[in-house]
């Protein structure tokens, strides 16, 4: 499976996002597409978004850029799974867009949690 990890920048998203991710089996098992990982410039996905099985969202953060990105995938009919941190806040909003949108308490459960989606 194609996996594209959206995220604001507002945060630590290499330590917080990406090095869980890389480090579980997720990272051997699918092939995992992330935004920054070679530059911090912002990425321009809308080509590409189509090519994706799933995009995962981490929405704990407002961020302009994960809305429009989340815009194209909605519009390309990719399936779209947004997390958040537990005591964070995200729009009501996404709702309208996303699958799924959930809530996790740490590292394991956010991995467990896109473990989970990525089966289905």
């Given amino acids: 499976m194609k996996i594209y ?3 604001s ?8 996002l990406y090095k869980p991710i890389l480090n579980s089996e997720l990272g051997q098992t699918h092939e995992i597409v992330f ?3 070679e530059s911090e410039e912002p990425a321009n996905t809308r080509e ?8 995962i969202a981490e929405v704990s953060y407002p961020s302009t850029g994960l809305g429009i990105e ?8 990719v399936k779209i799974v947004c997390v958040y941190k537990d005591g964070t806040n995200p729009s009501s909003s996404l709702k309208t867009i996303c ?19 990525s089966a289905q």
Wanted: proline share 2%.
């Fill in 5 to 7: 990890i959206g995220h």
């Fill in 9 to 16: 920048s507002n945060f630590d998203y290499k330590e917080e």
């Fill in 35 to 37: 935004p920054h990982r």
């Fill in 48 to 55: 590409r978004m189509a090519m994706f099985d799933l995009m």
């Fill in 70 to 77: 989340l815009g194209w995938a909605h519009s390309s009919g």
């Fill in 99 to 117: 699958d799924d949108i959930i809530r996790y308490a740490d590292d394991k459960a956010l991995i467990r949690l896109i473990t989970e989606h």
